[in-house]
């Protein structure tokens, strides 16, 4: 009797860390993934296809994925592309040559890009495929995988929270998206994806 006891707590524990997923901890569900072909190498490109792309709450969070992976690379184009994907009632006025047409980051989202100094991995965590394992090296073409939970909100408010699916944590991250005044979706709150990861193996 202890021996079965003892046998079905076994199974009972292996199927809770089964499913003791992410997807399912979280409670999510899917969006429409989000590929991105050629990574913009001005800050006229970044603009251009932001405004394709951000269309979409899912899109304007694949847009910010992109600005902190272009930062692990080209820091001052980098910089400008997260400013343009940050929600612009939350940027300050600025005439710093990090600037974009004569805005910059507010004080809290400017500490953020130092946490991207301090964890390398970020730049390509949020990828598809990236993960500890290979060195954070994303599938291609560079895809973002995000998801909503029942307190979410709904689209049609011009608010959305989404989580963003990564391999270097044990839960999906979450960014606060908002429609800005041109139509595009970009950040409200987004401090969860600059936190650190699993390092790369």
């Given at each position: 009797?202890?021996?079965?006891f003892s046998?079905?707590k ?7 860390f089964?499913?003791s997923l ?6 999510l ?7 991105i ?17 951000a269309?979409?709450?899912e ?10 992976s ?7 184009l980098?910089?400008?592309?997260v ?15 990090s ?6 980051l ?12 301090k964890?390398k ?8 495929g ?16 995000t998801?909503?939970?029942p ?15 990564t ?7 979450p960014v ?26």
């Amino acid at each position: 009797m202890i021996l079965v006891f003892s046998t079905m707590k076994t199974i009972t524990c292996v199927l809770v860390f089964c499913f003791s997923l992410p997807i399912v901890a979280q409670n999510l569900t899917e969006r429409n993934p989000v590929s991105i072909s050629t990574e913009p190498t001005t800050v006229d490109e970044f603009k251009s296809l932001q405004s394709k792309v951000a269309s979409t709450p899912e899109g304007g969070v694949a847009m910010l994925v992109l600005a902190i992976s272009i930062y692990g690379k080209n820091q001052d184009l980098g910089t400008k592309a997260v400013i343009l994907s940050v929600l612009s009632k939350n940027r300050q006025k600025s005439t710093k040559p990090s600037a974009v047409e004569g805005m910059d980051l507010g004080g809290s989202d400017k500490y953020l890009l130092g946490q991207l100094d301090k964890y390398k991995m970020l730049s390509n965590g949020y990828w598809k495929g990236a993960e500890p394992a290979n060195g954070y090296t994303p599938s291609s073409p560079l895809t973002v995988e995000t998801f909503t939970n029942p307190y979410s909100g709904e689209e049609s408010t011009g608010k959305l929270k989404l989580f963003v699916a990564t391999r270097g944590a044990s839960s999906y991250r979450p960014v606060s998206m908002e429609k800005d005044s041109d139509g595009l979706w970009r950040a409200k709150e987004m401090s969860s994806l600059f936190v650190g990861m699993m390092p790369a193996k």
